[in-house]
């Protein structure tokens, strides 16, 4: 049977690590694999506002790698937009984003609602970008598939995923298209993660998708069990505060795990409280315990994460932990400081030189996470700058992406060149050096796509 051209547009997470939207196109089908919303930079996180740049009610369907909102987020406005079609993904996935989505759009309204009622929007009404029931919508379009099972998506086109490691649900989408195999990276996670499984290496692709976030950089050998121990007791000798600014999903899991084994081992005080203020992560860490299959962790240890933290639910709450001054551990959202209730935890406790903030994952370009990774002595929240006297500290070991090296033991076991590699979800200086390492290691030409960029894979 003749076969047409296949092209894969690049509709983000081209030049940047946030916004991931790949358009599969062939004579037959429309696939579009993730459906991210940019984060970061004010001018990538203004594109969400732009129409997207596609027919989505042509869309035969989505596949989503992973539910990290730069993966998943955009999906509310698709469906607004028009789309009607499956959105595939794995069982955790579609848990975790039926979490995720509806706070992210609860997150857009109450920001909206924050600039109307201070002022500071240049728009009136400053508008959510979608809401709740726009995320809510959206979830009646997911439909699960298990790890290692093929579904049929479009005339040609096959689906499969590949577990890979970095969160519950994430996967590598492989893509049968008339004969060929595109495969898609999705985030690679580590071979040591403290919570995750190994991501599973593909066995062939003809041509390959590849992430780079740490593209130019390998992780530090360092012990995070020791180094979180250590800053816990730091800060509590002086009196002070451990702000966690983290991700709800995976990244929050992790630190609490952390604390749970220093506390049982008597590395961090025992009369230093922890809180977990945010309730997308105290529904994320529920669900280790329905996935226990893709995780590290056993059941004792499931419930000694869960129980190291006193759940902060309420807003009325939140509020609470601003008026105490007393030592404490707070984990709140979100990872880059972009959103979310650890913004107004900066604006109370930021000034104070006894207190310590610390990052403990990628801090993308333009976030305040990057910003206080860089030594900002004052950051700007709500419209008002806030000065940060704190103590900034970076913990590693803990990022949930493979670094150059793990990247590239885990394509090692590819049985033939891929006649294309494509590398993508980086900053430039970052893909770059990892399209010259595949060079390097492999002998590969790998390519570097710009934004909005199609692709000609076959004529």
């Given at each position: 049977?003749?076969?047409?051209?296949?092209?894969?547009?690049?509709?983000g997470?081209?030049?940047?690590?946030?916004?991931?939207?790949?358009?599969?196109?062939?004579?037959?089908?429309?696939?579009?694999?993730?459906?991210?919303?940019?984060?970061?930079?004010?001018?990538?996180?203004?594109?969400?506002?732009?129409?997207?740049?596609?027919?989505?009610?042509?869309?035969?369907?989505?596949?989503?790698?992973?539910?990290?909102?730069?993966?998943?987020?955009?999906?509310p406005?698709?469906?607004?937009?028009?789309f009607?079609?499956?959105?595939?993904?794995?069982?955790?996935?579609?848990?975790?984003?039926?979490?995720?989505?509806?706070?992210?759009?609860?997150?857009?309204?109450?920001?909206?609602?924050?600039?109307?009622?201070?002022?500071?929007?240049?728009?009136?009404?400053?508008?959510?970008?979608?809401?709740?029931?726009?995320?809510?919508?959206?979830?009646?379009?997911?439909?699960?598939l298990?790890?290692?099972?093929?579904?049929?998506?479009?005339?040609?086109?096959?689906?499969?995923?590949?577990?890979?490691?970095?969160?519950?649900?994430?996967?590598?989408?492989?893509?049968?298209?008339?004969?060929?195999?595109?495969?898609?990276?999705?985030?690679?996670?580590?071979?040591?993660?403290?919570?995750?499984?190994?991501?599973?290496?593909?066995?062939?692709?003809?041509?390959?998708?590849?992430?780079?976030?740490?593209?130019?950089?390998?992780?530090?050998?360092?012990?995070?069990?020791?180094?979180?121990?250590?800053?816990?007791?730091?800060?509590?000798?002086?009196?002070?505060?451990?702000?966690?600014?983290?991700?709800?999903?995976?990244?929050?899991?992790?630190?609490?795990?952390?604390?749970?084994?220093?506390?049982?081992?008597?590395?961090?005080?025992?009369?230093?409280?922890?809180?977990?203020?945010?309730?997308?992560?105290i529904?994320?860490?529920?669900?280790?315990?329905?996935?226990?299959?893709?995780?590290?962790?056993?059941?004792?240890?499931?419930?000694?994460?869960?129980?190291v933290?006193?759940?902060?639910?309420?807003?009325?709450?939140?509020?609470?932990?601003?008026?105490?001054?007393?030592?404490?551990?707070?984990?709140?959202?979100?990872?880059?400081?972009?959103?979310?209730?650890i913004?107004?935890?900066?604006?109370?406790?930021?000034?104070?030189?006894?207190?310590?903030?610390?990052?403990?994952?990628?801090?993308?370009?333009?976030?305040?996470g990057?910003?206080?990774?860089?030594?900002?002595?004052?950051?700007?929240i709500?419209?008002?700058?806030?000065?940060?006297?704190?103590?900034?500290?970076?913990?590693?070991?803990?990022?949930?992406?493979?670094?150059?090296?793990?990247?590239?033991?885990?394509?090692?076991?590819?049985r033939?060149?891929?006649?294309?590699?494509?590398?993508?979800?980086?900053?430039?200086?970052?893909?770059?050096?990892f399209?010259?390492?595949?060079?390097?290691?492999?002998?590969?030409?790998?390519?570097?796509?710009?934004?909005?960029?199609?692709?000609?894979?076959?004529?």
């Amino acid at each position: 049977m003749p076969v047409g051209k296949l092209t894969v547009t690049f509709l983000g997470a081209a030049g940047t690590v946030t916004g991931s939207k790949y358009l599969v196109t062939t004579p037959r089908a429309r696939v579009l694999v993730d459906c991210g919303l940019f984060q970061g930079l004010k001018e990538l996180r203004l594109r969400n506002w732009r129409p997207l740049p596609l027919d989505v009610a042509s869309l035969d369907a989505v596949v989503l790698t992973h539910a990290h909102i730069d993966h998943s987020g955009c999906l509310p406005l698709l469906v607004k937009q028009g789309f009607n079609g499956p959105v595939y993904c794995t069982p955790a996935t579609q848990a975790l984003c039926r979490i995720l989505l509806p706070d992210a759009g609860h997150l857009q309204e109450e920001d909206a609602r924050y600039a109307n009622q201070k002022g500071f929007s240049k728009h009136h009404p400053a508008l959510p970008l979608y809401t709740v029931e726009d995320a809510k919508n959206s979830l009646g379009r997911l439909r699960s598939l298990e790890l290692d099972t093929t579904a049929h998506l479009a005339p040609g086109i096959a689906l499969r995923f590949s577990p890979a490691g970095h969160i519950l649900g994430a996967a590598s989408v492989e893509l049968q298209i008339d004969g060929k195999r595109l495969v898609f990276s999705g985030d690679v996670g580590r071979p040591n993660d403290p919570l995750m499984h190994a991501p599973r290496s593909p066995e062939h692709a003809d041509y390959l998708v590849v992430e780079s976030t740490y593209g130019n950089r390998r992780h530090a050998n360092d012990d995070p069990a020791q180094q979180l121990a250590h800053i816990v007791s730091r800060t509590a000798a002086r009196g002070g505060i451990l702000l966690m600014p983290s991700f709800a999903v995976g990244r929050a899991q992790a630190l609490l795990h952390l604390l749970a084994v220093a506390r049982a081992e008597g590395r961090i005080p025992s009369n230093v409280p922890v809180y977990l203020n945010s309730p997308m992560a105290i529904d994320a860490t529920q669900l280790f315990r329905e996935f226990a299959g893709e995780h590290r962790l056993t059941a004792q240890q499931c419930r000694a994460m869960r129980e190291v933290a006193t759940n902060v639910v309420t807003v009325e709450d939140s509020k609470r932990l601003n008026a105490r001054r007393e030592p404490m551990v707070v984990i709140a959202g979100s990872g880059m400081a972009t959103g979310g209730r650890i913004v107004h935890h900066l604006k109370q406790f930021a000034g104070d030189p006894r207190n310590t903030i610390l990052l403990s994952g990628y801090q993308a370009a333009g976030t305040r996470g990057a910003a206080l990774a860089a030594g900002a002595r004052e950051i700007k929240i709500h419209g008002a700058l806030w000065p940060v006297r704190a103590e900034v500290e970076q913990l590693s070991g803990l990022s949930a992406h493979a670094d150059y090296e793990e990247l590239t033991a885990w394509l090692a076991p590819l049985r033939r060149r891929p006649s294309r590699v494509l590398v993508t979800h980086g900053e430039p200086a970052a893909a770059a050096a990892f399209a010259a390492h595949l060079h390097s290691a492999f002998g590969w030409r790998a390519e570097l796509p710009s934004d909005g960029a199609t692709v000609t894979l076959r004529e």
